[in-house]
Structure formats: C-alpha cells, structure tokens
C-alpha cells in the first residue's frame, strides 16, 4: 500500500502562484510515475501532468504547459506541482496519484491515490 497525502491548496488570485506537494508513505518505489490530476465542479477528473520518480522525467497537459512544473525530491519521497501564472479556470481539486506500471493520463493507470487539496482562483 501506498499512502499519498497533498497539501498546499487554498485561494490565490489571477496571475498569482500556488505550489503543492505529495508526500509519499508506505511501500513506495522508484519505478513508480506519479502524477496530478485535477477536477473542477461539475467536470470529469483530468490529467496535469506527472514525473517518473527514477528519471524525473516530466509530461505535462497542454492546458498548463509553460505554466505548471512538476518536481520530486526522492529524499522526502515527496512531488511538487508548481503552478504559475494561475487562472480562473484552474480552479479545481488537485490530487495526486501514483502508477505502478508506465503512468500516461488515464485515471486507471494509477492505482493509488491522494485525497485532494483545493485550488481556487479568485479573478
């Protein structure tokens, strides 16, 4: 079992910054590929964006590319979502999800999963 748990949601406004996290519990592994997800009310879970633990190698939707940066810190067994320049309709419940097998941005890849931080952002 894997236990993940975000922090470092809350209300910022247009334009401004947020930075998440994901600590990481319980039988994690370096072959893991943990990603983010985000759900706005009303709306299907989406995908964000996700790093492979082992590579750090980053894959990121198009929504938040150039403005969203995913980063791990393997000591802490912890991943950031750095959100920049924020927008209106990137209010939503973030969370972090962690895949045992290649990750990609389908919600069934990843099996374990955190239970969400909110995001809100003011205009």
């Known amino acids: 079992q894997v236990q993940l748990v975000e922090s470092g949601g809350g209300l910022v406004q247009a334009g401004g910054s947020l930075r998440l996290s994901c600590a990481a519990s319980?039988?994690?592994?370096?072959?893991?590929?943990m990603g983010w997800f985000r759900q706005a009310p009303g709306k299907e879970r989406e995908f964000v964006g996700s790093?492979?633990?082992?590579?750090?190698?980053?894959y990121y939707a198009d929504s938040v590319k150039g403005r969203f940066t995913i980063s791990r810190d393997n000591a802490k067994s912890t991943v950031y979502l750095q959100m920049n320049s924020l927008k209106p309709e990137d209010t939503a419940v973030y969370y972090c999800a962690a895949s045992v097998t290649y990750g990609g941005t389908r919600l069934n890849n990843y099996r374990y999963w955190g239970q969400g931080t909110q995001v809100t952002v003011s205009s």
């Open positions: 319980g039988r994690t592994s370096v072959g893991y590929v």
């Open positions: 790093i492979s633990w082992s590579t750090g190698s980053t």
